[in-house]
């Protein structure tokens, strides 16, 4: 304003100052910025001044305490010095110690990726989404595979970190995209990583799998899930858009586990779509395919026990008493397993998840075990041997009206229900708990008998509320409470 011609008052008025301040800038010829001094005295005493040499002695040793640790120390060394809320002034000050004296923090160096050289893979838990399919809740994991440089990505529904979990994620990716990575990362997994004190660095299956496939295998740090940082922001980027999708679906419930399967390809899809051009770069680069996929299962040679079982990878099965004494091949798949014997499939059993459980079908031993029914009330898989609660509540009925003879009662029922028809025994057994009527196996027969066919469920119809029952209620209280207010 002044280098217009304006006068000092007008220049001032018009910068929205005075005009003392703005003869004072005129004069020193510098902007108030420049002439600003910085504030590096304090306001107030500092009341950790006489303790702080303490203080900063623990951090030096263990630079891990917190602020709220040191102060709760001081109060207990110096009762009534310091009161609650000074507490916030010693994390400031411990805050200024890390940043000036304490020892360097760990750097995050940013990677340049290059199309179709990395790729990175991982499981995850789907629990917090809270899926449930036909109304029961589905506690299962996801194994989650991505190309590094394009973010491209897909995944595979699952329910333990196991080898077959990773050969079959890992192979069913790779033959979805077409083409092989030259790198294959993935944090320290007990089905591909060696223990920190085995001289290999990988298991043999998985060295086989990166063989077949020509990938190099990387693993991470222990403790540095950062290293596989590309998957762990794709774990959470794919969970988020997984609980907007449930959301604008208006529902977490799925008819079937192959609904889900499908929810979930759809969503991988869209996601991939925007990727397109960074995406087919890495097709260029990618190398081909092997001519076929490796086996995802594992192969294992067992002898079959005198209990008529089997014992793999630390659980129980049990197999046709006839294979007793006998080695039998056993194909160990991600979901199931497979019983193999003289180049046959015998048998394909559910695979049990975790240790220590057992899985005993009754069908495999009632031959033998209705000829020695003594050995049925401590056996040690009994309540494997109650197909539904019908037959608990059977054998408990037996025991209460016939314990001498409930053991052998019961065993000729589920060998009936074995050698006809499951399902038409249970049938049977609710007509004659319905009824009233005395449990026997001629009793069960005659039911079955007298069937033509096993009647459906039955259909519940819940009518609708009358609401003008409510109606009614609001006015009996009406009525009632002038008494209860004149009493």
């Given at each position: 304003?002044?280098?217009?011609?304006?006068?000092?008052?007008?220049?001032?008025?018009?910068?929205?100052?005075?005009?003392?301040?703005?003869?004072?800038?005129?004069?020193?010829?510098?902007?108030?910025?420049?002439?600003?001094?910085?504030?590096?005295?304090?306001?107030?005493?500092?009341?950790?001044?006489?303790?702080?040499?303490?203080?900063?002695?623990?951090?030096?040793?263990?630079?891990?305490?917190?602020?709220?640790?040191?102060?709760?120390?001081?109060?207990?060394?110096?009762?009534?010095?310091?009161?609650?809320?000074?507490?916030?002034?010693?994390?400031?000050?411990?805050?200024?110690?890390?940043?000036?004296?304490?020892?360097?923090?760990?750097?995050?160096?940013?990677?340049?990726?290059?199309?179709?050289?990395?790729?990175?893979?991982?499981?995850?838990?789907?629990?917090?989404?809270?899926?449930?399919?036909?109304?029961?809740?589905?506690?299962?994991?996801?194994?989650?595979?991505?190309?590094?440089?394009?973010?491209?990505?897909?995944?595979?529904?699952?329910?333990?970190?196991?080898?077959?979990?990773?050969?079959?994620?890992?192979?069913?990716?790779?033959?979805?995209?077409?083409?092989?990575?030259?790198?294959?990362?993935?944090?320290?997994?007990?089905?591909?990583?060696?223990?920190?004190?085995?001289?290999?660095?990988?298991?043999?299956?998985?060295?086989?799998?990166?063989?077949?496939?020509?990938?190099?295998?990387?693993?991470?740090?222990?403790?540095?899930?950062?290293?596989?940082?590309?998957?762990?922001?794709?774990?959470?980027?794919?969970?988020?858009?997984?609980?907007?999708?449930?959301?604008?679906?208006?529902?977490?419930?799925?008819?079937?586990?192959?609904?889900?399967?499908?929810?979930?390809?759809?969503?991988?899809?869209?996601?991939?779509?925007?990727?397109?051009?960074?995406?087919?770069?890495?097709?260029?680069?990618?190398r081909r395919l092997p001519h076929k996929r490796l086996e995802s299962f594992k192969r294992?040679?067992?002898?079959?026990?005198?209990?008529?079982?089997?014992?793999?990878?630390?659980?129980?099965?049990?197999?046709?008493?006839?294979?007793?004494?006998?080695?039998?091949?056993?194909?160990?798949?991600?979901?199931?397993?497979?019983?193999?014997?003289?180049?046959?499939?015998?048998?394909?059993?559910?695979?049990?998840?975790?240790?220590?459980?057992?899985?005993?079908?009754?069908?495999?031993?009632?031959?033998?075990?209705?000829?020695?029914?003594?050995?049925?009330?401590?056996?040690?898989?009994r309540d494997a041997l109650f197909p539904t609660h019908r037959f608990r509540m059977a054998?408990?009925?037996?025991?209460?009206?016939?314990?001498?003879?409930?053991?052998?009662?019961?065993?000729?029922?589920?060998?009936?229900?074995?050698?006809?028809?499951?399902?038409?025994?249970?049938?049977?057994?609710?007509?004659?708990?319905?009824?009233?009527?005395?449990?026997?196996?001629?009793?069960?027969?005659?039911?079955?008998?007298?069937?033509?066919?096993?009647?459906?469920?039955?259909?519940?119809?819940?009518?609708?509320?009358?609401?003008?029952?409510?109606?009614?209620?609001?006015?009996?209280?009406?009525?009632?409470?002038?008494?209860?207010?004149?009493?």
């Open positions: 304003m002044l280098g217009k011609g304006k006068n000092l008052a007008t220049a001032a008025a018009k910068a929205d100052m005075d005009e003392k301040t703005a003869r004072k800038y005129r004069q020193l010829g510098k902007l108030p910025s420049e002439i600003k001094v910085e504030h590096t005295w304090r306001t107030r005493e500092d009341p950790f001044a006489e303790v702080w040499g303490e203080v900063k002695e623990k951090l030096e040793i263990n630079p891990g305490l917190e602020g709220k640790t040191l102060f709760q120390d001081l109060q207990r060394r110096y009762p009534g010095r310091f009161a609650d809320g000074q507490l916030r002034t010693l994390q400031r000050r411990v805050k200024v110690w890390r940043a000036l004296e304490g020892p360097p923090k760990e750097v995050f160096f940013p990677q340049v990726h290059k199309p179709g050289e990395l790729c990175e893979s991982d499981f995850t838990h789907m629990r917090a989404l809270g899926v449930t399919i036909q109304g029961q809740p589905f506690d299962h994991l996801l194994y989650h595979f991505v190309l590094t440089y394009s973010n491209w990505e897909t995944g595979r529904i699952c329910f333990s970190e196991s080898f077959e979990s990773l050969s079959e994620g890992l192979q069913n990716a790779i033959w979805e995209l077409g083409g092989v990575a030259e790198r294959h990362r993935t944090d320290r997994l007990t089905a591909a990583v060696q223990k920190p004190d085995n001289p290999e660095e990988f298991t043999q299956r998985y060295k086989a799998l990166l063989n077949h496939y020509g990938l190099q295998g990387h693993k991470t740090q222990p403790e540095s899930p950062h290293e596989n940082g590309d998957i762990e922001q794709r774990h959470y980027r794919l969970k988020k858009a997984l609980e907007q999708s449930l959301m604008l679906r208006g529902s977490c419930n799925f008819s079937s586990r192959q609904d889900y399967a499908a929810f979930l390809s759809k969503l991988f899809t869209q996601l991939n779509a925007g990727r397109v051009d960074r995406f087919k770069e890495e097709l260029k680069v990618l294992l040679q067992v002898r079959v026990g005198p209990s008529s079982t089997i014992r793999v990878n630390h659980n129980v099965y049990s197999v046709d008493s006839r294979l007793i004494g006998e080695k039998i091949d056993v194909r160990l798949h991600v979901e199931h397993l497979e019983v193999w014997y003289a180049q046959q499939r015998i048998e394909t059993i559910p695979r049990l998840r975790g240790e220590g459980k057992d899985r005993i079908q009754y069908r495999h031993i009632i031959d033998w075990l209705v000829r020695k029914p003594g050995a049925f009330e401590n056996y040690r898989y054998y408990d009925w037996l025991k209460r009206h016939h314990p001498s003879r409930s053991a052998k009662e019961y065993l000729g029922i589920l060998h009936l229900a074995a050698k006809e028809s499951e399902s038409a025994v249970d049938y049977a057994l609710r007509t004659l708990i319905e009824n009233e009527q005395p449990i026997t196996i001629e009793a069960v027969e005659r039911v079955m008998g007298s069937l033509e066919q096993i009647p459906s469920p039955a259909q519940i119809t819940i009518p609708e509320v009358d609401l003008s029952a409510y109606d009614a209620l609001l006015t009996i209280k009406e009525e009632v409470l002038p008494c209860c207010q004149m009493s």
